[in-house]
């Protein structure tokens, strides 16, 4: 059971280009998400999604992108990378049931390190 | 809104004592706690989760935390930390009603030999 699966792991952009991180999770989890993490700021939502062909946008969402065709896949899109995008990004997934005792947990990924240049 | 406070950016314990890692949170309704671990370069383990009954969660690598309502914390504990033990170590909060959690900004471990 592979998880939460990111890539690529690391990756250089220059200022204006655009790339997708890949993400694809074998659990059949309806929910997944992506977060980038800051130094010393935790990790912030950017955007999330409750089942294939349902995205909405999370607390940081300028400047990305995603789609989610399958149960599986989540690719974020940076479109016109800059400095301001170079992060740590993470790509998690969780089964929910609905509101109340379920607690579902939430799996990461391994991460993906981008430097925008 | 739902937030999270870890005080401390760093906690410096030797190896065999106790290490406490704080964490306070806001929510609205009833808290569904997490505590995640990660190492260098690698992504966020899960450790523990408090949802409902016993305020003492035990979770992995001998971790536990105590839920305290009154005093809105979910503190981590281990009664004797180990060298491997040193990683960042973050809290997490979501309302029962919700889906998203909400991070706090991490607290570096680091336990000497």
């Known amino acids: 059971n592979a998880g939460v699966t990111q890539t690529p792991k690391f990756r250089i952009l220059k200022i204006g280009q655009s790339m997708t991180l890949q993400c694809t999770q074998d659990m059949n989890h309806n929910y997944m998400y992506w977060y980038r993490q800051d130094p010393g700021m935790g990790l912030k939502l950017i955007y999330y999604?409750?089942?294939?062909?349902?995205?909405d946008k999370g607390e940081v969402p300028n400047g990305y992108n995603v789609s989610r065709s399958t149960t599986e896949d989540f690719p974020l899109r940076l479109e016109l990378a800059a400095p301001s995008q170079t992060s740590v990004y993470f790509c998690a997934s969780s089964y929910w049931g609905g509101t109340g005792g379920s607690g579902n947990t939430i799996y990461f990924g391994e991460g993906s390190w981008l430097t925008v240049v | 809104a739902q937030s999270v406070a870890q005080p401390e950016d760093q906690v410096n314990v030797a190896e065999g004592n106790p290490l406490t890692v704080k964490c306070t949170y806001s929510v609205s309704g009833n808290p569904y706690l997490f505590w995640y671990v990660q190492y260098p370069n690698r992504g966020l383990q899960f450790l523990l989760k408090y949802i409902t009954g016993d305020n003492l969660v035990k979770g992995s690598y001998g971790f536990e935390a105590e839920f305290n309502k009154s005093q809105t914390s979910f503190h981590l504990k281990k009664p004797s930390a180990l060298v491997s033990d040193s990683a960042l170590y973050f809290c997490a909060v979501r309302a029962a009603d919700d889906y998203k959690l909400s991070f706090g900004a991490g607290t570096t471990v680091t336990v000497r030999a």
């Open positions: 999604s409750v089942g294939a062909g349902i995205t």
